[in-house]
């Protein structure tokens, strides 16, 4: 499986931004999709994941009421809606792909496949 992130850009505090993955090579709607995302000198950290339907979603707590994740799996396609945007949500973020199909984790070593990274940066 193939991932490809986009969407990222600079942004003000207060400002809005979404992220898309592409995904290719694989059977999309069978795999539960993550976001996560890197800054300077920190570990790469959970952001949100979205189960196979797209019914079941979990958020890291400093993005909780903040981010939207979403799917279409007609499009093989996983979203992220930043709204509310803070200099602390600056980082590289990246989409990743967990073929296990089980319920939405939040590791980093669990997920299979990853996309390239997309940066998002924040001004204050």
């Known amino acids: 499986v193939q991932l490809q992130a986009s969407g990222g850009g600079l942004v003000q505090a207060g400002g809005s931004l979404r992220l898309s993955c592409v995904a290719s090579g694989g059977i999309f709607s069978r795999y539960v999709m993550g976001w996560f995302r890197q800054a300077p000198g920190k570990e790469r950290e959970f952001v949100a994941g979205?189960?196979?339907?797209?019914?079941?979603?979990f958020y890291a707590d400093s993005v909780k009421g903040r981010f939207t994740i979403s799917r279409d799996n007609a499009r093989n396609t996983v979203y992220l809606q930043m709204n509310s945007l803070k200099p602390e949500d600056t980082a590289v973020y990246y989409c990743?792909?967990?073929?296990?199909?089980?319920?939405?984790?939040?590791?980093?070593?669990?997920?299979?496949?990853w996309g390239q990274g997309t940066q998002v940066t924040v001004s204050s």
């Open positions: 979205i189960s196979l339907s797209g019914a079941g979603k």
């Open positions: 990743a792909a967990d073929r296990s199909g089980l319920s939405v984790r939040t590791t980093r070593g669990e997920y299979d496949y």
